[in-house]
């Protein structure tokens, strides 16, 4: 398959044409190394949870130190997404991957081997950057390498899939390494993997890049980062605070958000714009982000509460915990396999539509769930959630990126990518919000508890425990039930109010389109990304349709679902 030349042969197969849009590689393999690429981003995501008790211990940061040792990653890595996507289209994205691979590695070594807390701050920064520049990368050229929407539809959904494992691994696998080596060994696994993935990279990866028009907008860049840093940073300070009127949360918040007012007015007026904001005036894409937000908004909120009710309340073990949130993970890895295959068949609009709905009917399930231990409920509830949720993001991500045209991927991959951070911060936020103001009431007035200590309880289930065990006797009992009544409470409201918004959801994805459409796909010839003199005839408007006497291409994996 590789070294055809399209340009060259008058009748080349639709096999022929597929492969050169790869750029002569093997599309499955290029397949490969990008989920490679996904898996060590979103596993450094979540693997240091559990390594930072060691990490406190080791090298005794302050308590803003430690804030810092564990956002520093995913408030860069969102910051840096729109400036290394669009800077991709432009130079290469295999370059901006590679740059970012050898980062990684670097970043990798210097945090598994910090002395003190400045320079695991620093490292952990530096493999934010990385991040930024192999997150956005990775799905620019899955959208170049797959021009046929059928196939790319079943190769985003491998690539969601692999992005659930990776961010359910890294809690165990840090786990596991904290236990029987130490902190740094979670960091220290990331440098292996990169020099074997390096050079896999450089030889496999096809090069593509945009037609760039004008000079690159390095100051719109610049407002873009500091616009999505200070509103990332106000709604995880908001999430953490749960004080409508922090100073800390609503300065940079405000800051970051006028920022990218700016940015939007900014990119409109420009003649060679860093981002076409005529991206969002096509329905499908907007709605498509959209989505993207409202999902993550549900899922983050929701995990993070998830997490506390199987330990404080029904006193899980971590491993415990993990083995509980399984479900959710099989679940999500499920409805990526079979996404593309989903997709085809219904559409969009009513795949979109309906993971919303099933997510909305699961989280209402778990609203079931009290004082006492339900296994059954809870794993039926995460195998919803989880399929659900993981449809809705499939659907979207394939809706937002095949909406977008091919010159622009690093760019429409950044704004998806920038979608799901602020999403998530929006989630902690606001479900924490909503939770801390269900929870506290509850604790007001306890027998025998003064106004001092159920202030403390107030601020987290976790303190209420503290607190009890330390009056003990009938009022630390009291204050022991009242707290866990609270906290369950809290979370009924908070999965009602998240329902809500995922019902939102459902309205608002009914603007995408009713069928998948497969537009013929120009074919690039080479790594410049210029096209080829030979176009590739794929079936238009409805899937599975083909021209009387047009040769039929290979069959995808789709096809043999099919």
């Not at 500091?226 to 940073?233: E, M, Y």
Request: proline share 5%.
């Amino acid at each position: 398959m590789s070294g055809t030349n399209v340009a060259g042969d008058r009748n080349p197969s639709p096999w022929q044409r597929i492969s050169a849009a790869s750029g002569g590689a093997n599309r499955w393999v290029v397949l490969a190394v990008l989920c490679v690429s996904l898996v060590l981003v979103a596993l450094d995501a979540t693997i240091l949870h559990v390594a930072v008790p060691s990490v406190t211990e080791d090298l005794r940061p302050g308590s803003i130190e430690l804030l810092w040792i564990v956002d520093a990653y995913p408030l860069v890595c969102a910051a840096l997404l729109i400036l290394f996507g669009t800077l991709g289209d432009r130079v290469g994205r295999r370059r901006i991957l590679l740059l970012g691979y050898g980062l990684f590695g670097i970043a990798s070594a210097v945090a598994a081997f910090a002395d003190n807390a400045q320079v695991l701050i620093a490292a952990r920064a530096l493999l934010g950057i990385g991040g930024a520049m192999i997150m956005p990368a990775t799905l620019s050229i899955l959208r170049q390498v797959f021009p046929d929407r059928r196939e790319r539809a079943l190769a985003i959904g491998i690539w969601t899939a692999v992005a659930a494992i990776g961010a359910a691994s890294g809690p165990v696998l840090g786990g596991f390494l904290v236990q029987h080596y130490w902190w740094g060994s979670v960091f220290l696994i990331n440098i292996p993997l990169m020099a074997l993935i390096l050079p896999l990279g450089r030889w496999l990866l096809p090069e593509s890049k945009g037609k760039p028009e004008g000079p690159w907008d390095v100051l719109g860049a610049l407002m873009a980062a500091a616009g999505v840093l200070g509103a990332v940073f106000g709604v995880k300070r908001l999430g953490a605070e749960r004080e409508l009127f922090d100073a800390e949360a609503l300065v940079p918040l405000v800051i970051g958000a006028s920022l990218l007012i700016l940015f939007v007015r900014r990119q409109k007026r420009l003649a060679h714009p860093l981002i076409d904001m005529r991206m969002f005036s096509r329905v499908a894409f907007s709605t498509s982000v959209g989505c993207i937000v409202l999902a993550m908004l549900a899922l983050v909120g929701l995990e993070l509460i998830a997490v506390q009710y199987l330990q404080l309340v029904l006193h899980l073990s971590p491993l415990e915990t993990g083995l509980r949130l399984l479900p959710l993970t099989f679940a999500a890895m499920a409805a990526g396999a079979t996404g593309s295959y989903t997709l085809a068949r219904i559409g969009p609009r009513t795949m979109v539509s309906l993971g919303f709905l099933l997510t909305a009917f699961a989280v209402l399930l778990l609203t079931f769930m009290g004082q006492e231990d339900r296994p059954l409920l809870l794993t039926v509830g995460f195998i919803l959630l989880g399929f659900g949720l993981q449809t809705t993001l499939f659907a979207a991500y394939e809706s937002m990126l095949s909406e977008a045209p091919a010159a622009t991927a690093g760019a429409a991959a950044s704004i998806g990518e920038t979608s799901y951070q602020l999403g998530a911060g929006m989630g902690i936020a606001l479900l924490g919000s909503v939770m801390n103001a269900a929870y506290a009431p509850g604790l007001a007035r306890v027998a025998g508890v003064s106004e001092a200590d159920s202030a403390g309880a107030a601020n987290s289930l976790g303190e209420a425990y503290q607190i009890a065990a330390q009056l003990g006797g009938p009022a630390g009992e009291s204050l022991y039930a009242a707290a866990r009544y609270s906290f369950v409470h809290g979370l009924h409201v908070t999965l009602v109010v998240s329902a809500g918004l995922l019902l939102a959801g459902a309205v608002m994805a009914l603007k995408l389109p009713r069928v998948m459409e497969c537009e013929a796909v120009a074919v690039t010839g080479g790594g410049d990304g210029e096209a080829a003199p030979v176009a590739v005839a794929l079936p238009a408007q409805a899937v599975g349709r083909r021209d009387a006497g047009e040769p039929s291409p290979a069959p995808s994996p789709v096809e043999h679902a099919g």
